[in-house]
């Protein structure tokens, strides 16, 4: 039997994780962990799960977490996934928890006593996409590692560079999840909140190929490496692969090509008026040049392939 801590559990991907896991037979417990006070029916979906609210951040309380409630089940596996999601959380507060927290959990882990599996939910966002590397990224891809990139990036890449630094020096089994973007609510998708507008500006000239996971698909993909002992990097792709204007096609929307340089101003002014999220900044690359992430390795050692497509419905 296995029994799991899953935080960031109140995302619709922690749902969906949860209920991947409880299909799977030998699963006895798991202790789901936010910052949220939430509807319990909406993650207690059955006996075995449990919700347990408390800030991260503060590292008296991750002590607490796993030295009380994950003691007391016998968690054997941890699947770290606390992050802030909007673009707007930054600073030293939003750093501690997309960095700090991930840092403390994993050497916490380390000293636990159950504890023998950390799963990290990376970012296909952590990879660099421009015009001189390959459209195709598996897990040697380069990773976007520009001092002027926007803290939601850094934060990333810091967070997936200081777990791949414990591969092998580490007693636990060590896997990261570099899984491409959920078009979902309230999983901080960037392209979620540019598609929130009824007129969606593109560069003129270009029309990326971009992959979508569905968030059935990456529950399914955390579950089974979580249950499963292989460690190291997996890219994770999605079942939709579509144009970006076919996207926005898709969504009801009406895509608008504008010269770049005006897409980081008319983008500004959108946040400013609206209050929104989307960030240009963080989507240049992909918005000119597209990427896919290449699921060899995670179909191979995982078993996971892409098997539901993204819904293209906003809420």
């Not at 901080?188 to 598609?195: A, I, N, R, T």
């Not at 579509?242 to 770049?260: A, D, F, K, N, Q």
Request: glycine share 8%.
């Amino acid at each position: 039997m296995s029994r799991y801590l899953i935080t960031g559990a109140t995302t619709a991907i922690g749902e969906a994780l949860i209920r991947a896991l409880l299909s799977c037979g030998d699963t006895e417990s798991i202790l789901a962990v936010g910052a949220e006070q939430v509807r319990r029916a909406t993650v207690e979906i059955d006996g075995r799960v449990r919700y347990v609210r408390t800030d991260l951040t503060r590292e008296r309380n991750l002590r607490q977490l796993l030295f009380g409630p994950a003691r007391e089940h016998g968690v054997e596996v941890v699947i770290e996934m606390a992050s802030h999601r909007g673009r707007s959380a930054t600073g030293p507060r939003a750093h501690a928890l997309n960095v700090l927290e991930t840092r403390a959990m994993l050497r916490l882990s380390e000293e636990h006593p159950t504890i023998r599996r950390f799963v990290y939910r990376s970012y296909g966002e952590v990879y660099d996409v421009s015009n001189s590397l390959p459209s195709l990224i598996d897990e040697a891809h380069p990773l976007d590692l520009r001092p002027s990139a926007p803290q939601w990036v850094r934060d990333r890449v810091e967070a997936d560079l200081g777990v791949c630094t414990r591969f092998g020096m580490s007693d636990l089994s060590i896997a990261v999840l570099r899984a491409a973007e959920c078009l979902a609510p309230r999983s901080g998708s960037q392209l979620y909140d540019y598609l929130g507008s009824e007129v969606c500006f593109r560069p003129l000239g270009f029309d990326p190929v971009i992959n979508l996971i569905s968030g059935e698909d990456l529950g399914r993909a955390l579950a089974l490496a979580a249950c499963s002992k292989a460690q190291g990097i997996f890219t994770i792709p999605g079942a939709t692969t579509l144009p970006l204007s076919e996207i926005v096609r898709r969504t009801g929307r009406t895509s608008v090509p504008v010269p770049g340089p005006l897409m980081t101003p008319l983008y500004r002014l959108r946040r400013a008026a609206l209050g929104t999220d989307f960030d240009y900044a963080i989507n240049r690359g992909r918005l000119h040049f597209g990427g896919i992430l290449d699921g060899t390795r995670a179909r191979t050692i995982l078993g996971y392939a892409p098997d539901v497509s993204v819904t293209f419905s906003l809420e």
